[in-house]
């Protein structure tokens, strides 16, 4: 449409300048002035451009924001590029009011938001904030613009966060300004390398949290004496049972069964609780691995004799961990006779610690039953069973793996849990090397650590039953 109104213009025009020159050219030549008519009929060309470039750039000169007025009138050719600079400057003015528009709904909603949004550029200043931002953290506009962000977030935990580049996890702190306000932080990338922080204020949530803690510990606190007094008096009673009637005795052999459990479920739950509140005091050393590994295998050894399993410690003597030995120590050995409960008789467990250019691996496999997959990522929940049966038989607490988690975690490290139905399973715990020392140790070479979870399971299930 615009290609043919502009082709048709061109030939109005063309048609209008042949006219006009054939017309100076023939009324020069009949005066004999074909030269002078010429040369007149070029100035008065440029003369004619010249002044509807003035008009052009004198109403373009216009502040065109506040004086919206139409184009001068023009003649020809240069009416139509009036027209079209006119028309070009009302789509833009349009596209502008669009876009003003959704930035200022943005900014109304994100000012409406009670959680903070922050964005900070790829050299990890400041640039801008909604609303929230300022009671929450007390950044001020615009004197805090383009700070880094560091600067005002001073919690060295903060710092950390914010150098990783990965943010799978939020972080919680305390908030910089007021002490008595708990945030939770999320980090997300964008653009070119920029960040967009988005904190919450948790508060509310972490007083929950911590007396849904306080409580646990509480009750778990004053449950353990009545139960220990009634495990007493039952384990008392048990070793004189010949003198109750016969028919006592299955009953007491049971209530005697059940508050070993209950008991153990009041251990766990106080470790957890002192795990978890921090109440814990840490006690850090350097210890042999292979002297804790040999005193957990000798105690499964002895405490599931009966199973007769199969058990291979494989650690170099020299490796040295670096933290708390008694957590340590109840974290694989809760492993290992998970391990030896679970599998049934004359199974394999094997230990295996190795060490990386990137870490240190503790793994517990066995040739048990494994467990099938829906379960592996809820098995750290307090009270997660696969079989709320079988592992009441065997005096499970449902507890065992949340502590091995906490502890791990507590330990700078992490725990992950491969299984095969029908194969085995393997818990591994990756620390960093900060938690090790290292001197005169051969390190793994890189293919050895990448054994994927079914080869270790299938050597396992490979390995004979006796
Ligand atoms: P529990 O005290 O019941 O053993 P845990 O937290 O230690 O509790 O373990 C949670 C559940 O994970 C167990 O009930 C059991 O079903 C499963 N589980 C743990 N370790 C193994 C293993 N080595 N083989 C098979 N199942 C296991």
Not at 327 to 352: C, D, F, R, W
Not at 379 to 395: I, N
Request: net charge neutral.
């Amino acid at each position: 449409m615009q290609g043919n109104f502009i082709v048709q213009a061109w030939r109005k025009e063309l048609r209008k300048q042949v006219l006009i020159v054939g017309s100076v050219c023939l009324f020069g030549y009949s005066i004999g002035q074909l030269l002078p008519a010429l040369i007149l009929l070029i100035g008065s060309y440029v003369l004619f451009n010249l002044v509807q470039l003035h008009r052009l750039t004198k109403w373009l000169a216009k502040d065109h924001a506040s004086d919206r007025s139409a184009p001068p009138e023009g003649f020809g050719l240069w009416g139509g590029v009036f027209d079209g600079i006119y028309r070009l400057q009302k789509q833009e003015r349009r596209a502008s009011a669009y876009l003003e528009n959704i930035v200022n709904k943005a900014q109304e909603s994100s000012a409406a938001l009670e959680m903070a949004i922050i964005m900070v550029d790829r050299h990890n200043k400041l640039d801008w904030w909604n609303k929230a931002t300022e009671s929450l953290l007390g950044l001020r506009y615009p004197e805090d613009r383009l700070l880094p962000v560091t600067n005002l977030i001073r919690d060295p935990k903060f710092t950390e966060y914010f150098s990783r580049n990965v943010y799978d996890e939020p972080l919680h702190i305390n908030s910089p300004g007021d002490n008595g306000k708990r945030l939770e932080i999320q980090i997300a990338l964008f653009g070119e390398n920029e960040r967009l922080i988005i904190v919450r204020d948790i508060s509310q949530l972490h007083r929950l949290e911590l007396m849904r803690k306080d409580f646990v510990a509480n009750v778990s606190h004053e449950l353990g004496t009545p139960i220990t007094v009634i495990r007493g008096y039952l384990e008392a009673i048990i070793e004189n049972i010949s003198d109750l009637d016969s028919k006592w005795e299955k009953p007491m052999i049971q209530m005697h069964q059940q508050s070993s459990r209950m008991e153990n479920i009041v251990k766990d739950l106080l470790m957890l609780s002192a795990l978890e509140t921090g109440t814990l005091s840490r006690k850090q050393s350097s210890f042999a691995l292979i002297q804790l590994l040999s005193e957990i295998v000798n105690d499964a050894r002895q405490i599931f004799a009966q199973q007769d399993h199969r058990f291979s410690l494989s650690c170099d003597e020299n490796i040295e961990f670096v933290g708390d030995r008694g957590e340590i120590y109840s974290a694989i050995s809760n492993l290992v006779s998970n391990a030896a409960k679970y599998t049934p008789h004359q199974g394999k467990i094997e230990i295996l610690i190795r060490l990386s250019e990137d870490f240190l691996e503790v793994r517990i496999g066995d040739n048990g039953p494994g467990i099938e997959a829906k379960h592996l990522p809820r098995l750290t929940e307090r009270f997660y069973r696969v079989d709320a049966s079988r592992s009441s038989e065997t005096g499970g607490t449902g507890l065992g793996l949340a502590i091995v988690k906490h502890i791990v975690n507590r330990h700078d490290g992490e725990l992950t849990i491969s299984s095969e139905v029908g194969k085995g399973s393997r818990f591994s715990c990756r620390f960093p090397l900060s938690r090790v020392k290292t001197e005169g140790i051969g390190i793994a070479e890189a293919d050895e650590m990448t054994e994927t979870p079914a080869t270790f399971m299938d050597n396992l299930s490979k390995a004979p039953r006796h």
